[in-house]
Each structure stands twice: as C-alpha cells, then as structure tokens.
C-alpha cells in the first residue's frame, strides 16, 4: 500500500486558499472543502517535439474527447449529476470564492451533458474573476484551466488578460505566486498551456528544480524536511506533459511517472491526503500518457456514493463536493490536458528508466 501523506498546517493552508486542497478533514454534502487543475505539448494543441512522440490533438466541442474507460459512463453521469445538483442557482458552489466552481466548472465539462451549466458557471466566474486573481497566478492559472474547458478565451475574460496575470506572477527565479510549491507552479504552467501561451523557460525550470533527485516525487518543505506529496507530483506531471519540447520537461516527467506508478496501491488507488482527490488526479495525469488506470477506475466506481457523490475520507457516507470533482476526471476518460478546447487527448514520453 502507498503511505498517507499528511500536509503540515502553512502548507494546507495555501493549498485550501487557492482551492488545490483534497478536502476538508470531514466529509459534507456542503460544498465547502478544498481545488485543482491544466495542458498541451510543444506547440499548445498541437504536437509535441520529434523526440517525444505524437500527441493526438482533442475535441473542439466542449464536453468530452475521449472514450470513458469500460463500466464509467454510468459512474461519470451520476457524479455529474450529484454536482449540478450542488450548485447554487446554477451557476456556483455555495460559499465559494471560486476555486471549488472552477474545478466544478472542469469536472461537468470533463462529463459532458452539462452545457448550460458549465456555460452558466464559466458566467459566474467572470464575474469574480478580477477579485479571485488579484495578484495571484496560481489562481490565474487554475481559472485559465476552466476557461479553456468552457471554451472560451483565457486572455480575454471577465475583462482580463489571466496569461498576463501568470506572467507578471513570475519573479526573476521562475517562481509563480508568493509561495514556492510544485502544486502552485504547476497551476501557472497548466494555465499557459490551456491558454496556448508561451511557458517561461524559467518557470519550467523552476518546476523541475522541486522534483526530488532520489524518488522523482514533487512535494514541498516541511520544517526543512523535504515531504513528498502524491497530489503535487501528479498535477506536476500534467503540467509538464503540455511543455515536453522545454528543457528538462521529459525527464521530469518520466521520472515522475514511475513514481506514480510505484505508489499506486494493489487495490488501484493512490492514498493520498484524500484517496479520491488524489486517485483522480494521478490516474487522469497517467492517462493522458498511455497508462492504463482502469484498476484505478474499477476503485473510484467502487467506493462511489448512492448519490452519485464521492466521499473525501477512507470509508466515508456523505459525499464531499471537491473530492468529485476530482474523482470524476479519470471517469470520463479526460485529463486537464484534454478537457474542453485545444487540448490533447494523449502525450507520449519515452519508456520508463
């Protein structure tokens, strides 16, 4: 069995702030609990450099691209259907300050057969976008994820230019945002992307500088101690999957990859701070370079809720609202590559060490 990996309290803090947490530690039918999200290789929504295989371009429909693995489809439409129901006029998460609709707006576009909704929440999101990313690039760049999912334009929404906040978000280091994290410089990186913007060499590399040389996990510091993170490592491998003809993305990603793969749990999970936020993120990262994550899926439809929901605690019985929306992804057989317009349905990299 992979081990839990628990965040230190500054850490969870951020993540819970800019909406990249799993969950809340206890499990509501509230929609009130942590976020996530991400693109293309060489050139955005087209193929990837000759040294990296072919990536196969996406759907220009919003809605899915990509064949839902064997016994999903069913799954996908009820988690789908447990969100919608969640949404407060039809267009937002109670009390959210937009991460959880973000990564709401992902999830149904991933499912398809939401589009009044997804087009009523991409709205909504207008609407708050200017306080949401005020100086915030991780938050740009998540929001830049859901526009492109909504199929609209991420340099020209709710009156702002997200790319350019990204941008202005990187400091002379590569670093994007206030706080250093390979989950937050993975947002800004998967926002460039899905926005189909130049990635800064120098965010790419600062990315790559917090993999961990031994395990080729991501993770952060934890009291001066380096702490891997499941969660981190998979958006990593997303993000950099979109930049594969950049300095340092391949072997990043592979790396990375194996890392994955040597955590996942016999039963197909991945126990991270919550198994189905987690699970979801990983296995749709992996999907989007080939992996077959159906043992990943058979889990997902496994400990699926009666209301179609998913529970952010091991064994829990009221579903969680963040923990589906990341749960679904691998359902609907989508990636924050692939999801919406512009984007790829499959990344190749090459074989593991």
Known sequence: MSRSIRRPALALALLLTLGTAACAEESTTDPGAGNATAETAAEPGGDTADDTGDATAGSDDVGTTSAAPAGAEESAAAAAGFLAGQLEEGSHFPEDEGSLTVDGLIALAAAGGHDSEVAAMADWLAEQAPAYT??????????????????????DFGGLDLTEIVVESIDDTGQCGEFAGAYTQSLCVLGLVRAEAEVPQAAVDNLVALQDAETGSFGFDNEGEYTPDLDSTALAVSALSGVLDQDGAVDAVVTARGYLLSEQAEDGSWQGFSAVNTTGLAASALAALGEDVQPAV????GVQLPDGGFAAEQGGELADVRATTQGILP???????????GGLDRVEVPAGR
Not at 134 to 155: F, K, M, R
Not at 298 to 301: A, I, M, N, P
């Open 331 to 341: 359902l609907t057989g989508e990636s924050l590559l692939s999801v919406g317009v």
């Open 298 to 301: 058979d889990w997902l439809t």
């Open 134 to 155: 005020e100086g915030n690039g991780p938050a740009a760049g998540s929001l830049a994820v859901a526009v492109a999912a909504a199929g609209q334009d991420p340099t």
